[in-house]
């Protein structure tokens, strides 16, 4: 087995609470007495995708919750799946967490989770491979990819093709524009992964919602209003959110520090876990007030 998908099976509880007048079902991973971290997924995604990495942060009690409208969480009822609607319900369940909660957030959970970093203050803020500036502003092939897209989300959520946007196809497509590994083993398993998750969206309409938000969205704009200290993990071959744009993103929050990692993409928690972890693990170990 690679080393990256190597690991001893953690702790984990499965509830369902209600959040901000939300349904929404929660994976807690880890030491229930230890320091939580509340963790949020990426576009498409699900709680599963952040277990390899929560799996290697024995240290901390890691909250993922399935962000609702995705996994099994059912939609918003009374907002959209924007990055509004998201925040205030992430802001929410960090304040059920207490005032010592830390936040992460990967790829569109980045920027929900730097909105609510700049009005919810957690203890600290890491971003995995955050979106520095909109897709829709993107260039090249890059940007002709997300506009490809796009026209095929609305086109099909207009024509009520919810088998065109679940199908198999749209998830390796997905796996390979964000995976860069060269270990078969595990860039078979990230397809696996994105096979299995990808199509668990619950409805077209929540779909296409947050995903004109993960387009036209960024951390950035939000970035300067964030106080709490920021560890950003990046991959230095991500085709969606390049290098010079977390260069930019770092240098717009008051405290930040970048890390990149040599040979790797849009999927550092799937491609190098351990390696996050041990970042995580070191960033927030050394806050004032850490445990030693």
């Known amino acids: 087995m690679t080393a990256a998908l190597r690991v001893g099976a953690p702790?984990?509880?499965?509830?369902?609470?209600?959040?901000?007048?939300?349904?929404?079902?929660?994976?807690?991973?880890?030491?229930?007495?230890?320091?939580?971290?509340?963790?949020?997924?990426?576009?498409?995604?699900?709680?599963?995708?952040l277990a390899p990495l929560a799996a290697?942060?024995?240290?901390?009690?890691?909250v993922i919750p399935d962000l609702p409208g995705f996994g099994a969480s059912p939609p918003f009822t009374d907002r959209a799946h924007d990055v509004a609607g998201y925040t205030r319900w992430a802001a929410a369940l960090l304040r059920d967490l207490g005032p010592?909660?830390?936040?992460l957030g990967?790829?569109?959970?980045?920027?929900?989770?730097?909105a609510t970093a700049a009005t919810a203050a957690p203890?600290?803020?890491?971003?995995?491979?955050?979106?520095?500036?909109?897709?829709?502003?993107?260039?090249?092939?890059?940007?002709?990819?997300?506009?490809?897209?796009a026209l095929l989300h609305e086109g099909a959520a207009r024509l009520r093709l919810d088998g065109v946007l679940r199908h198999r196809l749209l998830a390796d497509a997905a796996t390979a524009t964000m995976a860069t590994t060269t270990d078969p083993l595990l860039r078979h398993w990230i397809a696996d992964e994105h096979r299995a998750r990808f199509g668990t969206f619950a409805d077209v309409r929540s779909l296409l919602e947050a995903f004109r938000a993960a387009g036209s969205g960024s951390a950035r704009s939000w970035a300067p209003r964030v106080t709490a200290p920021v560890l950003l993990l990046a991959g230095a071959r991500d085709r969606v959110a390049p290098v010079a744009g977390q260069h930019a993103?770092?240098?717009?929050?008051?405290?930040?520090?970048?890390?990149?990692?040599?040979?790797?993409?849009?999927?550092v928690h799937y491609e190098a876990p351990a390696w996050a972890?041990?970042?995580?693990?070191?960033?927030?170990?050394?806050?004032?007030g850490s445990p030693r």
């Open 11 to 49: 702790r984990t509880g499965r509830a369902e609470r209600t959040v901000d007048g939300a349904r929404t079902v929660v994976h807690t991973v880890g030491d229930p007495a230890a320091p939580p971290l509340l963790a949020l997924h990426g576009l498409r995604g699900s709680h599963h995708g």
């Open 56 to 62: 290697r942060l024995p240290g901390l009690r890691v």
């Open 100 to 103: 010592g909660a830390a936040l």
């Open 106 to 114: 990967h790829s569109f959970g980045s920027v929900v989770a730097t």
């Open 123 to 149: 203890r600290a803020l890491v971003l995995l491979n955050p979106i520095a500036e909109p897709a829709s502003a993107a260039g090249g092939v890059t940007g002709a990819g997300t506009r490809l897209t």
């Open 249 to 267: 993103l770092a240098a717009a929050f008051p405290d930040a520090r970048l890390v990149l990692l040599p040979r790797t993409g849009h999927l």
């Open 277 to 288: 972890a041990r970042e995580i693990t070191g960033f927030l170990g050394g806050l004032p």
